[in-house]
């Protein structure tokens, strides 16, 4: 059974940064590609940043491209998300997940993605 577990989630002032980590067991980490999505109250779950099987290739939201960046280590099965300059609006709860990588392509839609961390809180004080 593939499980993921966030952390590195808190508090952070505005302009501040937190990197997250995802964790993964069970399965084969470096089959997956990796994402990183959010969803804040009464929002649906959003797109954030996503790394191919490798790690050399990337994939962002626009409006976190410049400042959020994902990395990963397939040595340690972990994924993370560093996030810098951050904002009130970042204010969410943070999810790994991982797409079985049936093909290449790195995807940004829920729905691609198998397996799901619980999340993490993120908040972000103005």
């Known amino acids: 059974q593939v499980q993921l577990v966030e952390s590195g989630g808190g508090l952070a002032q505005a302009g501040g940064s937190l990197t997250l980590s995802c964790t993964v067991s069970g399965g084969v980490f470096h089959w997956y590609h990796m994402g990183w999505f959010r969803q804040a109250p009464g929002k649906e779950r959003e797109f954030l940043a996503a790394?191919?099987?490798?790690?050399?290739?990337?994939e962002y939201a626009g409006d976190v491209k410049a400042r959020f960046t994902i990395a990963r280590d397939n040595a340690k099965n972990t994924v993370v998300l560093q996030m810098n300059s951050l904002k009130f609006e970042d204010t969410a709860i943070y999810y790994c997940?991982?797409?079985?990588?049936?093909?290449?392509?790195?995807?940004?839609?829920?729905?691609?993605?198998?397996?799901w961390g619980q999340g993490t809180q993120v908040t972000v004080s103005s």
């Open positions: 790394i191919d099987q490798s790690g050399g290739r990337t």
């Open positions: 997940a991982a797409d079985r990588g049936l093909t290449s392509n790195i995807r940004t839609s829920v729905s691609a993605y198998d397996y």
